[in-house]
Structures are given as structure tokens and as C-alpha cells.
T-cell receptor, first 113, second 106 residues
Framework: KAGVTQTPRYLIKTRGQQVTLSCSPISGHRSVSWYQQTPGQGLQFLFEYFSETQRNKGNFPGRFSGRQFSNSRSEMNVSTLELGDSALYLC????????????FGSGTRLTVV | KNEVEQSPQNLTAQEGEFITINCSYSVGISALHWLQQHPGGGIVSLFMLSSGKKKHGRLIATINIQEKHSSLHITASHPRDSAVYICAVNNNDMRFGAGTRLTVKP
């Protein structure tokens, strides 16, 4: 079966712009979670969605938001980009809130200049 | 102090050696995950544990809930095992260790 698909793979944006990243989960998975990975902070949890509802949110400013659609695809949005938002953004999907494990996408590498 | 601590940070081994990576955590958890990340960023989930021990090929993962400690063992290590291994715990969200960079030399 197809894996978790993240688009785009690479993105360059300018400070102050906004960006939307997309994640298509494995077919049948209803839970999607998002993570930020930077060299300084490592992996950090952003948020998790299940059946279109945000279940949990990490400690990130309100500029980071997300949503999930009825087909379980998810998007995350970062507004008013800052240089420090440059990172690898990963999403993972699961069928039962991670209770059966997670499958990760390849990530979107965002560079803010 | 981080809620999830891994050791060692870096590990270099010769092909064939037995490898152990340790993870200690300080929060209550519903599950612990071991992840593998290769250069380029892709993450593969190796194990999810809530108790006991799991084995997959040359990889073995154990967890001691009372001691809040988990270990990942690699038997007969191979250069293709070279990667960053990350321990993560599920509470209401996911908390990650800083990772262990493993290099296996031929």
C-alpha cells in the first residue's frame, strides 16, 4: 500500500510569508501527527489530528496551525515565517492514535531566508 | 533535564559487534517507540513497546516500566545499520530523545 506522502519535499520562503504543507496518510489511517526537526531542538511534536479534530497540540506559537479533512489528509500552516522556522517538517499517520505505531512521511524541508 | 534521555550520543562500532542504546524517561507513558533516521531525513518506526521485549531480525527492544528505562540492541551489526536512533515516548503527545548517532565500520 502507498506510504505517507508529504508535499512539497523542499520549499524556500521569505521571512514574513506564510506556508502550507500537506500530508496524505496511509489509506485507512485516521490519525495524523506533525513534527518539527531542527539541529538545535531535535524532534518536537506540533499537533495531532484524529477524524478532523485536533487531539493534542505541542508548545508552539499560534503561527503554527493545522487541520484535517474528511479524507484524513492534513495540512499545516505557518504564518509570518521567521528564520527559526527553517526545519524538516515530518508527518506521521496511524490508525489508532499511535497505539499501533506510526508511519512517517519523508518530510518537507523548509528554508526561510 | 530532558524528559527523555538517550545514551550514548554517538557510537562507533566495528561490523559484527553487539550494540546497545539506552533510553530513560521521567514521565508517565502509554508507549515507547524506537525510531531510525537515515541521512536525508526519512524516519522508520522500529518498535512500539508498552511492556516486555520485542524482536525483529537482528534488533531487540526491551522496556522496564518500573525503572522507566528501555534499551535497543543490535546483534551482528552491519554498516547499513549506520543511522540515528531516536527514542520517543507517548504521553498525551510525543516526546523525543536527542538521538544516538551510530556508525558501523566495515
Amino acid at each position: 500500500k502507498a506510504g505517507v506522502t508529504q508535499t512539497p519535499r523542499y520549499l524556500i520562503k521569505t521571512r514574513g510569508q506564510q506556508v502550507t504543507l500537506s500530508c496524505s496518510p496511509i489509506s485507512g489511517h485516521r490519525s495524523v501527527s506533525w513534527y518539527q526537526q531542527t539541529p538545535g531542538q531535535g524532534l518536537q511534536f506540533l499537533f495531532e489530528y484524529f477524524s478532523e479534530t485536533q487531539r493534542n497540540k505541542g508548545n508552539f506559537p499560534g503561527r503554527f496551525s493545522g487541520r484535517q479533512f474528511s479524507n484524513s489528509r492534513s495540512e499545516m500552516n505557518v504564518s509570518t515565517l521567521e528564520l527559526g522556522d527553517s526545519a524538516l517538517y515530518l508527518c506521521a499517520s496511524s490508525s489508532l492514535w499511535g497505539r499501533d505505531g506510526y508511519t512517517f512521511g519523508s518530510g518537507t524541508r523548509l528554508t526561510v531566508v | 533535564k530532558n524528559e527523555v534521555e538517550q545514551s550514548p550520543q554517538n557510537l562507533t562500532a566495528q561490523e559484527g559487534e553487539f550494540i546497545t542504546i539506552n533510553c530513560s524517561y521521567s514521565v508517565g507513558i502509554s508507549a515507547l517507540h524506537w525510531l531510525q533516521q537515515h541521512p536525508g531525513g526519512g524516519i522508520v518506526s522500529l518498535f512500539m513497546l508498552s511492556s516486555g521485549k520485542k524482536k525483529h531480525g537482528r534488533l531487540i527492544a526491551t522496556i522496564n516500566i518500573q525503572e522507566k528505562h528501555s534499551s535497543l540492541h543490535i546483534t551482528a551489526s552491519h554498516p547499513r545499520d549506520s543511522a540515528v536512533y531516536i527514542c520517543a515516548v507517548n504521553n498525551n503527545d510525543m516526546r523525543f530523545g536527542a538521538g544516538t548517532r551510530l556508525t558501523v565500520k566495515p
